[in-house]
């Protein structure tokens, strides 16, 4: 029989893979069916790819139309105005790798975004739909951006999300995943999601109903606890945070018996917390055992004896019995009972000493580092003020950040525990004795925009700095900084910085001329930022 080849027009099985491989190998070594090698075969191949293109398309069957999507929600926030969105488009356009290197003057719009997006949601304002798409783009690229460009867009990102896969982080960030959850007065539908709803729809909804009814939460999830699983009950127990109180004990204590060490660690940091509970008294007594007043010194000194074992009725109460690497087993101990022991105890114990004298007393046999980073991380935990204010000293002691603060951390923690004026007036202070080399993370807690003596401080420092020739890179975070958290308000002070000045002998060479470009850069993202603002009605 003789074997003929198939005619043009009838498919091949095979045809399309050949091609490609032909594609993929090239037409020197391969050349495609019934074509002679030669210059010829790749627009043979290129001529055989499009008619087999079309013979794949035309022999597609017809399929059942999907399902049309439902129609997206409404919005119901007031529009944004005119100006304020092509803002917007602005600065979703500023995309990163697009300003082609160094920015000189031009202000970093992107970095802009997160505040516009939190001035527009404090007005209420409903993100135009066609600014949806490179919106929730550019809340893909950066985690810190989602919480607030999610609640600029409103239930149509959720809608959107549920259609393009890029999007799904959406569904993810939203407490249920994006589910609507029953009314708190629905009890049957309550009940109902909480035993068959999916994880991230029962944890929104715990926390929805502990944000308003703290008792009925606890009651909820005691309904269902000892058949979790141990990661489950862990992030449960985490949001019995939201409105902490002493009704809370009888669960936390109950907790401390948990199989999983993590839940057992949880309830012990959250009942330490209760400054009342059975707990933090058990913990004060086993502190008060280790640190005591030796009347015996010359005078009054802190003597420290640390815990020469853990028993098991500290391992119950949270006290991690192993140590890391690097740490005294004594020491570790010591720490976290005193940290977990209540801060008001110590006054009676050591003499009705108000907080501030008893961190001036000296502790013997080098105890007092440990000590008091101890003390600093019970004040963060109980949110103590009159303590952090006596661990962190005056922003202008020589020993900068005080006598209890060991990090800059440390410092930046307890600074959080104190309202938004007094951290902005010693964070201010700190710049104006100690410069800007170590203040970084401690301007990162303060409120924004800063407050006038703060900006003040941050301007004369950065002034200093300038003429003194230093190094001019090395302030290039405090300038970022600046740009995004200097109040508006502070650019016509600003102008009279923007000469260059003459350069010392001993200064950076071309220090002078970055310091001018970073001076116009503040002005001018400081004007938008006051343009921006005006746009939005502020």
């Not at 802009?112 to 949806?132: C, F, I, S, T, V």
């Not at 409103?154 to 959107?160: I, N």
């Not at 699983?229 to 449960?236: K, N, P, Q, S």
């Amino acid at each position: 029989m003789t074997r003929t080849s198939a005619p043009r027009d009838t498919p091949v099985p095979g045809a399309w893979e050949e091609l490609v491989t032909t594609a993929l190998l090239g037409t020197e070594r391969r050349t495609p069916p019934d074509t002679a090698p030669g210059r010829e075969a790749p627009v043979a191949l290129l001529d055989a790819a499009a008619l087999e293109t079309v013979r794949r398309r035309a022999g597609l069957r017809p399929a059942r139309a999907a399902r049309r999507p439902d129609p997206a929600p409404d919005d119901t926030r007031r529009a944004l105005p005119d100006a304020a969105a092509r803002r917007l488009a602005m600065l979703l356009a500023d995309r990163p790798g697009t300003g082609g290197g160094r920015r000189g003057t031009a202000p970093d719009l992107m970095e802009l975004l997160p505040q516009w997006l939190a001035a527009a949601n404090a007005r209420g304002y409903a993100a135009p739909p066609q600014a949806l798409p490179a919106l929730l783009d550019a809340a893909r690229g950066r985690t810190d951006l989602r919480p607030a460009a999610l609640t600029f867009a409103g239930p149509r990102a959720l809608w959107l999300a549920r259609l393009n896969p890029d999007w799904r982080f959406a569904l993810r960030s939203t407490p249920g995943g994006g589910a609507t959850l029953p009314h708190l007065a629905d009890t049957a539908r309550v009940a109902e999601v909480w035993q068959e709803g999916l994880f991230a729809e029962r944890v929104a909804l715990l926390a929805a109903i502990r944000a308003q009814e703290p008792a009925a939460a606890r009651a909820l999830l005691a309904t269902t606890w000892a058949t979790e699983r141990a990661e489950d009950r862990l992030m449960f127990l985490d949001s019995l945070r939201t409105r902490l109180g002493p009704d809370d004990e009888p669960f936390l204590e109950e907790a401390l018996a948990d199989r999983s060490r993590n839940v057992r660690a949880t309830a012990a940091e959250l009942l330490s917390a209760l400054p009342g509970s059975a707990l933090a008294a058990r913990m004060a007594v086993r502190a008060g055992a280790c640190v005591a007043l030796d009347h015996t010194a010359d005078t009054p000194t802190i003597a420290v004896e640390a815990p020469h074992e853990c028993d098991a009725g500290m391992e119950r109460d949270g006290v991690v019995a192993k140590a890391p690497a690097g740490r005294g087993e004594r020491s570790w101990w010591l720490g976290q009972l005193v940290e977990a022991a209540p801060l008001d105890g110590w006054s009676g114990r050591l003499g009705g000493r108000t907080p501030g004298e008893i961190v001036e007393l000296p502790v013997a046999d080098d105890w007092r580092g440990e000590l008091h980073a101890a003390w600093c991380r019970a004040a963060v935990r109980q949110r103590n003020a009159e303590w952090s204010r006596a661990l962190l000293g005056t922003p202008a002691a020589p020993e900068a950040g005080g006598p209890g603060a060991v990090s800059l951390a440390e410092r930046a923690k307890l600074l959080g525990t104190l309202d938004a004026d007094e951290r902005a007036e010693w964070v201010a202070g700190f710049i104006a004795t100690h410069g800007l080399s170590e203040a970084f993370q401690l301007l990162g807690v303060c409120a924004v925009p800063w407050s006038a003596p703060l900006g003040r401080a941050v301007v004369d420092a950065l002034n200093i700095a300038r003429d003194a020739g230093s190094y001019p890179w090395s302030f290039s975070g405090v300038m970022g900084l600046a740009e995004r958290c200097l109040s508006p308000a502070e650019a016509p002070r600003l102008d009279a910085l923007l000469t260059t000045p003459e350069e010392p002998e001993d200064a950076s060479p071309g220090a002078g001329g970055y310091w001018t470009e970073a001076f116009q850069r503040l002005v001018t993202t400081l004007r938008l930022r006051g343009t921006m603002l005006e746009e939005l009605g502020a």
